[in-house]
């Protein structure tokens, strides 16, 4: 299993998703940007990192929602969501081939990575 931290990242009341690209894994699929906890690493400090390697910004951290285990066919994960604030930084991707900030409601349309389908139930709800 591998366990990989995700933000749900808020500028202005809008909610940033952002698409993998063709070469990873999962191509295409939209997620929340994060990524793969390092050894010793926080919870918080392995999101903190991801999103600034990713995205060139720094976040703050606010709620952890609640975690999803979910078996690909490859793969397993256990996906950990935070919701966070946007504080600073040119956005840039640097990883992913596209992105964006849409509303809660808008944010069902995409075509979701599977694993993060009951993190944004949640999250809408919220
Ligand atoms: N960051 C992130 N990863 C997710 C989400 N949902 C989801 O299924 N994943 C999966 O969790 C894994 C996260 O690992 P990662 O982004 O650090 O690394 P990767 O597998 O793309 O890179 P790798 O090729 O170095 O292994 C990916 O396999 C990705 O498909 C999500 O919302 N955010």
Not at 12 to 18: E, R, T
Not at 26 to 45: H, T
């Amino acid at each position: 299993m591998i366990y990989v931290t995700c933000a749900i990242i808020n500028f202005d009341d809008k909610i940033l998703a952002v698409q993998r690209s063709e070469t990873m894994k999962l191509p295409f699929k939209w997620e929340f940007a994060g990524g793969k906890i390092e050894v010793g690493e926080s919870e918080i400090d392995c999101i903190k990192r991801e999103i600034f390697e990713e995205l060139n910004i720094q976040i703050e951290v606010k709620e952890r929602l609640t975690p999803v285990v979910h078996q690909y066919p490859n793969f397993k994960i256990k996906l950990i969501p935070y919701t966070a604030l946007y504080v600073s930084g040119d956005l840039k991707l640097r990883e992913h081939c596209d992105f964006v900030l849409a509303n809660k409601n808008e944010l069902i349309n995409l075509d979701w990575a599977e694993a993060d389908l009951p993190i944004l139930k949640e999250f809408v709800e919220l």
